[in-house]
Nanobody
Framework: QVQLVESGGGLAQPGGSLRLSCAAS????????MSWARQAPGKGLEWVSG????????YYADSVEGRFTISRDNAKNAVYLQMNSLKPEDTALYYC??????????WGQGTQVTVSS
């Protein structure tokens, strides 16, 4: 069955960095776009970034453009989210997803990111 396991979350200071990882299994990873989304306390789900099956043309929400970088390693069935210049408003539960924005087929359980001094 499909599994998406996120890791790498934690506490970071404003201006700091974190790298999230998502280990995928149970499907042909290299054939699917992958996404990251987040949900801040008391707010709705916000799509963050996505990447095509071949890793080309990554795309980002305006709120993270220039600070976050998505990448993938099809040999390792993994997708990553490098988060730099973190802000308190980046605090959220971050989810890995199988599929592009609007067509997600499966969600991971999430990893918590907290940005605070």
């Amino acid at each position: 069955q499909v599994q998406l396991v996120e890791s790498g979350g934690g506490l970071a200071q404003p201006g700091g960095s974190l790298r999230l990882s998502c280990a995928a299994s149970g499907f042909t990873f290299s054939k699917y776009s992958m996404s990251w989304a987040r949900q801040a306390p008391g707010k709705g789900l916000e799509w963050v970034s996505g990447i095509y099956p071949d890793g080309s043309e990554p795309y980002y929400a305006d709120s993270v453009e220039g600070r976050f970088t998505i990448s993938r390693d099809n040999a390792k069935n993994a997708v990553y989210l490098q988060m730099n210049s973190l802000k308190p408003e980046d605090t959220a539960l971050y989810y890995c997803a199988k599929g592009p924005e609007g067509s997600v087929e499966y969600w991971g359980q999430g990893t918590q990111v907290t940005v605070s001094s």
